[in-house]
Nanobody
């Protein structure tokens, strides 16, 4: 059974930084895609950043590009999200997701393309 566990969420003031981590277990091979999604109260879940584990290519939502950086860890099926210059509108539950099947580049930030999900970690940014 595949499990994704997130860590690193918390509360920070605007302009601050946080680093999220996600470890997937229960899967013998490497996931093809790992990413971060978020859901604010009353809003739909949205894609934040995704990495293609095979070649390291990344995709970012326009709202976070230049402030957030997704990266892979040395351990298999580990991914990080470095979040800098945080804004109150970044406040949300952040979810790690992974997929082991091909995703067209234009769909990589779509929540519907991911088979495996973590339970989420809360990020709160105060003004």
């Amino acid at each position: 059974q595949v499990q994704l566990v997130e860590s690193g969420g918390g509360s920070v003031q605007a302009g601050g930084s946080l680093r999220l981590a996600c470890q997937a277990s229960g899967y013998s091979d490497s996931m093809d895609y790992m990413g971060w999604f978020r859901q604010a109260p009353g809003k739909e879940r949205e894609g934040v950043a995704v990495i293609v584990t095979g070649d390291g290519s990344t995709s970012y939502a326009d709202t976070v590009r230049g402030r957030f950086t997704i990266s892979q860890g040395n351990a298999k099926n580990t991914v990080y999200l470095q979040m800098n210059s945080l804004k109150p509108e970044d406040t949300a539950m952040y979810y790690c997701a992974a997929n082991d099947r091909y995703i067209f580049a234009s769909n990589r930030l779509s929540t519907r393309r991911y088979r495996f999900w973590g339970q989420g970690t809360q990020v709160t940014v105060s003004s």
